[in-house]
């Protein structure tokens, strides 16, 4: 059983910073993507940033320059910098594991909630 625990969440100010964790655990593929996605409220759930675990990256055009996702293979976390966060930042932030051994096998986070609001 593989679960993922996301953490990091909060309220802050346009212009602060955050820290997003998310560590899986279980019986994982080593050859895997994860990633972080978001959905704000009416909206659909979007891609943020993604990482294999060779260390390559897709980032959303909106978070470009500003969104930084990073890896520890050795502990199966990864992490979400975000800096100069705006307020249409503010959604739900979702934790994704993924690997294909086989088939194709998917797991998320429970969620965590990033606010941003003066």
């Known amino acids: 059983q593989v679960q993922l625990v996301e953490s990091g969440g909060g309220l802050v100010q346009p212009g602060e910073s955050l820290r997003l964790s998310c560590a899986a655990s279980?019986?994982?593929?080593?050859?895997?993507?994860m990633g972080w996605y978001r959905q704000a409220p009416g909206k659909e759930r979007e891609l943020v940033a993604s990482?294999?675990?060779?260390?390559?990256?897709n980032y959303a055009d909106s978070v470009k320059g500003r969104f930084t996702i990073s890896r520890d293979n050795a502990k199966n976390t990864v992490y979400l910098q975000m800096n100069s966060l705006k307020p249409e930042d503010t959604a739900v932030y979702y934790c994704?594991?993924?690997?294909?051994?086989?088939?194709?096998?998917?797991?998320w986070g429970q969620g965590t909630q990033v606010t941003v609001s003066s």
């Open positions: 994704r594991l993924r690997w294909y051994e086989g088939m194709q096998y998917e797991y």
């Open positions: 279980g019986s994982i593929f080593r050859i895997n993507v």
């Open positions: 990482r294999t675990n060779g260390g390559t990256t």
